[in-house]
């Protein structure tokens, strides 16, 4: 019936989603101020909801996840300082190494030894060493914890297991910084408040720009000093923004969606199961995120995208993302076509 390439389905990321009539209305009905001089009300609004979601005594919306990082990383660095971090984090991999360049501090990745994307309590200690080395040696100040895990496949780190490892930091002597970028996915599919994934750490950073379909934004979350002191790193790095207020509505709205991000974690299942049964070496996804071993990523991808299916390589696999702008009848169609490749 149809000539021509079908449309494609996009699943290189849940950063693609774009917002829908609801989030714009919201956007364009925003009460604003100039949110550098004194205050953005909007923004105000969007930063106390979300310091309350991630239980932390505040927030600040940045313009995006990785000046979020870099904020908090600055502040809790210095030079001379090393930080730890599960291998593949996105502060070690996909922030330019401005954790080491603009905050300062010397990375040292950490083994996936308790599972997908998260090290055991024995690892991050190890790594610590001793809290007061001789002068001349790096000192070990800050760990920083990824939940869901992208380069893990959105691997998710249990609560427990979040306790364990904070708790090891602690007696180390270390800050604990979590990139919760994705932490809204992880709550969905434990069922849990996002505040739950969040206890005993220093800052978390969260993105509304992802799954939950905000255009733009983050936040950065702390206690009421750490906020002031990142408020005035967000002013260097040129990410104070005046009448933010009509971004800030659309994180909002992103908000309220946080359950809604069950059904990306369906359709992540399904296509699991899907590909599975075409023969593909999948794992068995925990959120939104899908990895596949292929012999050939850059293959693997031009095929797809001959097929009107898009992904991006991830961790020298190929990552399929399942967000809000792919529906269920989305999956079953890349099903289909990749069945036609097959026969
Ligand atoms: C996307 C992402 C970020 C950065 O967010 P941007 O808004 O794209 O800068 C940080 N950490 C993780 C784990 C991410 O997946």
Request: charged share 20%; net charge negative; aromatic share 2%.
């Amino acid at each position: 019936m149809t000539s021509g390439p079908p449309a494609p389905i996009d699943l290189r990321s849940d950063t693609i989603t774009t917002p829908d009539d609801a989030m714009r209305t919201a956007m364009s009905g925003a009460e604003v101020g100039d949110n550098v001089i004194d205050s953005d009300p909007t923004i105000v609004s969007l930063e106390e909801r979300a310091a309350d979601m991630l239980g932390m005594e505040a927030a600040l919306w940045t313009p995006s996840g990785t000046m979020a990082n870099l904020i908090a990383l600055s502040l809790h660095l210095q030079r001379g300082d090393r930080f730890l971090a599960p291998r593949g984090a996105h502060v070690l991999t996909n922030e330019l190494g401005s954790a080491a360049w603009l905050a300062g501090g010397m990375p040292d990745p950490l083994d996936h030894d308790a599972g997908p994307g998260r090290p055991t309590p024995a690892t991050v200690r190890a790594a610590a060493g001793p809290p007061n080395g001789p002068y001349y040696t790096l000192r070990t100040t800050l760990l920083s914890l990824e939940n869901t895990h992208n380069a893990a496949g959105g691997a998710i780190t249990p609560p427990e297991e979040h306790a364990q490892l904070v708790a090891t930091a602690r007696d180390c002597g270390l800050n604990v910084h979590l990139d919760g970028a994705r932490l809204w996915n992880a709550a969905a599919a434990l069922d849990l408040p996002p505040a739950a994934l969040t206890v005993g750490v220093d800052s978390v950073s969260a993105c509304l720009s992802k799954g939950l379909g905000a255009p733009v934004g983050s936040v950065v979350a702390g206690d009421a000093e750490f906020v002031e002191r990142a408020r005035r790193m967000r002013q260097m790095l040129g990410g104070g923004v005046r009448q933010g207020g009509v971004l800030a509505a659309a994180g909002l709205v992103a908000l309220d969606r946080v359950e809604e991000l069950e059904r990306d974690h369906a359709n992540a299942r399904a296509l699991a199961a899907g590909l599975g049964e075409l023969g593909w070496d999948v794992e068995a996804p925990r959120t939104n995120i899908l990895l596949a071993a292929v012999p050939d990523v850059a293959l693997a991808l031009e095929r797809l995208r001959s097929k009107g299916i898009l992904a991006l390589p991830m961790a020298g696999k190929v990552r399929f993302v399942l967000h809000r702008d792919v529906s269920d009848d989305d999956v079953e169609e890349a099903l289909r076509r990749l069945k036609e490749e097959r026969g």
